[in-house]
């Protein structure tokens, strides 16, 4: 099962467009609970390296902002494609990664690109709001924009 799923396993952080590793070179064993058994490693990756993300992910959206609601649909949409495309193969890899069934790991693959469906047409729903103003000869109108990059760490694990 691993062999057919190890093109999707990057053991790198992706950072500004490119797969690197810690700076410390350190890595974390990745197990499959079920088994026991050594999947991969995941870089330790440390301050200097978020804050090297966070400066690359701060200077692409710059762009990213500029890009329109349509095309941010189509993005999303084109990763629910991908994702429901390669559903089996992604749900061997959350088996060997997690320890659950297959059964239940494709369901969480498709439950995933739903969530990114879902978001990919309500994000073309980009409407402002009007709202009433305490002047009767004016309006308020409210704009939705990007506002800007956030790292955080949540205890969000599910759906993959």
């Known amino acids: 099962m691993l062999q057919k799923t190890s093109h999707f396993m990057r053991q790198a952080n992706l950072i500004n467009g490119e797969w690197v590793q810690a700076d410390s070179g350190q ?11 050594k999947i991969g490693t995941v870089p330790k ?10 400066e690359a992910a701060e200077e692409a959206f710059k762009s990213w902002r500029k890009t329109t609601a349509l095309e941010r649909s189509k993005l999303l949409r084109k990763l629910h494609d991908a ?3 390669n559903q089996d193969v992604l749900a061997e890899l959350l088996t060997i990664e997690q320890g659950k069934s297959l059964f239940e790991s494709k369901g969480e693959i498709g439950s995933a690109a739903a969530y990114i469906l879902w978001f990919a047409e309500e994000g073309r729903r980009t409407y402002g709001d009007i709202v009433p103003s305490p002047w009767g000869d004016r309006r308020i109108l409210v704009t939705k924009e ?5 790292a955080a760490i949540t205890p969000w ?4």
């Open 27 to 37: 890595t974390v064993d990745v197990n499959n609970p079920a088994t026991g058994l």
């Open 45 to 54: 990756a440390g301050k200097a390296e978020t804050r090297r993300a966070i």
């Open 83 to 85: 994702m429901m495309d």
């Open 146 to 150: 990007p506002v800007g990059v956030i």
């Open 157 to 160: 694990n599910f759906p993959s």
